[in-house]
């Protein structure tokens, strides 16, 4: 069906509403039944009378009947919650308009004509966040997907490219700031105290990279240089007060200009690059064409108050927005099926950028855990969909990990296979065929087939089979070869009950016993659902190291006795092999004692002291930089291992996680302290020794924490009163979060206090104590949803509080109640119901954690259930949530 006939949100439940008025049952759009626009708009002129509680908009489009539509007369303009209180055709009222539901339809007479509308929008009244939307008095807006359809009629789809000639006015003393894409062509000011702005993007681009913003900010101003002489302007924008947190953006900004030169031949195109932070924002960022527009927390960076991650967050958005100038904007998607193409692509690329700036190994490693801890489960869950979705209810449901994350592993499989250079020369070749167009991910595909010289045939199953393989390996020894046997299952997903077998690239290097060496590493590809592989010339059985890199996105599993385990922890030359056999030793163990492989104490003991020699060895390592000892020190989260098993118990395995820790805390109680005091003495710095001590500092205190609450607890509120950055100081008191101590309470004290009015800090506090392991983190939960300072209407504040309590399995389980009563499950369903109506897209993204009840024991299970069902019950949902909750039941 056309993608514009849509119902608008909230819509009726089917399932509760009225008998005698027949529900609205969401539309569902299918990836086969695209068609091409029936009208193009080669040009739009927006008018903005800018007012924070109404803003009048007059949108002039020119438009032209598209030769490769069928030619009908109706002019399809979607709307979302908009009435036009004028439309003109070729300069004269039009009598011959309707609605369509939320659409504006116009029958045209000929090929080619100047539609006019004014709409008048309430920006202070959109706690949406989509369309135009006021936030701490600045005006902004959020277009992707379809938010241009809450600004103002036009065919919404990313496959209508126009350019665009802005003009605004408003307030001067309130918005001082005027700004929107390309370049700023005129602007003046009015004895009225108004002032106007024109700018004009000469890039045509889609409706879903149209921006404006219109507030008092301040900006940090810097320039660059392309490599081919184009000067242009930076500006990154903040409320004032926050600039000097500005700084490591520009940076990072700088960085991603040159990069991309670099690594893809990418030059910017503009003489001005504009980025504005704002605190009330659905996602991350955005990458609108010359205005990106940012979360505050991606943008706002200083010691004082950003963590080491941050500050890799900050750098890592900026140039994944940055990235978008080519593979999102030059290039867009034909339509929203697609978004992998430039959503995957982009992560790669910002993955990459990263890896360059600073460790790779542990870029890698870092990007695996997300994976892992993300991706994994939806894949394996009622919400698992392809990189390419078949079809959808509300796209905003599918920014998903699986289009995001897996999709970047599928084009870093092909970069594998290509190779460095030949996968350059594939995107060489997509960046030059489709430039300026809206593209699909087939199209990239073929680029890289005829650019890098790949068969892609059977790789595009990636694109349109969800589920994460499930490879099995065995390697067996005779004579001087050792064969190394693969199989491999692709697990049904809804909708998708039978699948093919995927090709899937495995870097391998089997190393020789005796000399603890390998001769060199080797692609293989696993093409089939069971495949051999012979090397010969190793008298002994070899000690396999597989997936190196993390070549695939798959889940091996394999017999390889501990001692290889530990072999390969201690002596892998390949840092994420190393850290995959350091997990791989705790994963078997841990699966073992919940999944009842381990029967006795002697057994459980011998798992440990398998686990605790190798981290002592990891500890004492002198050749390894504390970064990388940091990753191999983390132990996997309980959402993984939850994934190892068909059905899990939550509470099991947190008990024996935890029990693996203490037992860690207290058997290398020495090495943890003497760790701590070495990395302690370390003066802050940027650089990666001093990031290094600062992640191992926390690190350690998480195990004394485990197994020596109290050396742990003065150790931790004496870091914490030491502390001379936030890294330290947030460390420090995610530890005493979880302790019983009154250490906890000062310190929570100080920090709300040291830190009131600042926002990004506050979350930080929200979330530390609703991720905490403190026996009473529901309560603590329940009673910062009552603090003042918590508001339904900043996302940002949502997921402080709520996300971090949904991912915490004490809390979102319930762990420290006896009977399972499903007070988490209540908490996080009770949230879905009083934000759906405020910010639907937020609300939807809770949904997912109550819809893996099938992969939990009965009990729990049916609690989960009973929440999702109590959702679905509710007499108006949006259909984000209705989407999410019906999916997650079915
Ligand atoms: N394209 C952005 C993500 C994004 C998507 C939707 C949004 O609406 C609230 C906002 C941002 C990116 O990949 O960064
Ligand atoms: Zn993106």
Redesign the pocket.
Known sequence: MDIASRPSTPIENPETADAAVPPQAPAVIRREEYQPPEWLVPEIALDFALDLDSTKVTATLVVRQNPEGSGGQTLRLNGDGLAARTVTVDGQAANDWRMDGQDLLIELTGQNHTVEIETVINPAGNSQ??GLYASNGMLCT?C??E?FRRITFFPDRPDVLSTYSVRMAGDKARFPVLLSNGNCTAQGENADGTHWAEWHDPWPKPCYLFALVAGELIANHDSFTTAGGRKVDLNIWVRPGDEDRTQHAMDSLIASMKWDEEAFGREYDLDLFNVVAVSD???????NKGLNVFNTRYVLADPQTATDADYDAVEG?IG??YF?NWS?NRITCRDWFQLSL??GF?VLRDQMFSADMGSAAVKRIEDVRVLRSAQFPEDSGPLAHPIRPDSYQEI?NF?TSTV?NKGAEVIRMMRSMAGVEAFRKGTDLYFARHDGEAATCEDFVVAIEDGAGLDLRQFRQWYSQAGTPQVKVRLDHEGDVATLHLSQVVPATPGQPVKQPMPIPLRLALFDRDTGQHRGEELIVLDAEQASFAFSGFTRIPVLSINRGFTAPVAITSDVPTADLVFLAANDDDPFARYEAMQSLIVQHLVAAVGGGILCDAERQAGRDAIGRALAAVIDDSALDDLMRGELMILPSEAYLSEQLKVADPGAIHAEREGLKAWLGRELKDRLTALHDRVSALPYGRGADARGARKLKTQALVYLAAGAPEEAASRAAAQYAAADNMTDRQGALMVLCGLDTPARDDALADFRQRYDGNALVIDKWFSLQAGSLHPKVLEHVRALADSPDFTLTNPNRVRALYMSCAVNPKAFHALNQEGENGEGYRTIADLILALDPINA?TAARFVAPLGRWRRIEPKRSALMRAELERVAKAPKLSRDTLEQVTKSLG
């Open positions: 966040l989509m959020q992707e997907a938010g924002f659905n996602m991350g960022a955005m990458e958005v994944h927005e978008h999102g430039k959503e982009t905003s920014y995001y897209q």
